[in-house]
């Protein structure tokens, strides 16, 4: 089975490490969006700071559009087995989801759902930044439309959710694909 399982939710909302519980429970590989475009900044000598990535992934939409923006990503990450199942991390706009689903139209979306002040708390924890700093990333364009992926998620996971409950939930949902 070739499905796609997109993880969506905000800058420090547990994306990743939800990406990886579920890596860890199916043995599906994780392509990462974020690192896609840190790969790229790294190897351009740009700037790999939080804002500057999400700059640089704005600039590329506003560039390509979401389909031209996959396009570029997939051309960007030739190691990927793009026609395998997959994790894909990092799915931030409702647009974006409707270019994936296009191109991969066995999916299943999860949208992990976080308040602005565990991520802030979790920003500050991880880069060792302030709150200033962390609510201005927060407060960047991109962030704006991310909550919109949540009335179009299959399943969603909270904080306070058991992951145990959650993988459940998501086998039962994958068996009915």
Not at 56 to 79: K, N, R
Not at 104 to 117: G, H, S
Not at 136 to 152: G, Q, T
Request: charged share 20%; net charge negative.
């Amino acid at each position: 089975m070739n499905i796609k399982i997109l993880v969506a939710g905000g800058t420090c909302s547990g994306k990743s490490t939800l990406a990886e519980r579920i890596a860890e429970h199916t043995g599906y590989p994780i392509f990462s969006f974020g690192g896609c475009l840190r790969d790229y900044a790294r190897g351009a000598g740009l700037s790999l700071a939080v804002e500057s990535l999400q700059n640089l992934g704005q600039g590329l939409i506003s560039q390509l559009g979401y389909d031209g923006f996959l396009q570029w990503v997939i051309a960007h990450s030739p190691a990927v087995q793009w026609d395998q199942a997959l994790i894909l991390d990092g799915v931030r706009h409702v647009a974006m989801y409707d270019s994936l689903k296009k191109t991969f139209p066995l999916n299943v979306l999860v949208y992990c759902a976080c308040d602005k002040e565990t991520q802030t708390a979790r920003m500050m924890n991880r880069d060792g930044i302030s709150r200033e700093d962390a609510e201005h990333i927060l407060s960047h364009p991109l962030e704006r439309f991310i909550a919109d992926l949540e009335s179009h998620a299959h399943l969603l996971f909270r904080p306070e959710d058991s992951i145990m409950d959650f993988l459940g939930q998501f086998d039962a949902l994958i068996k009915q694909r």
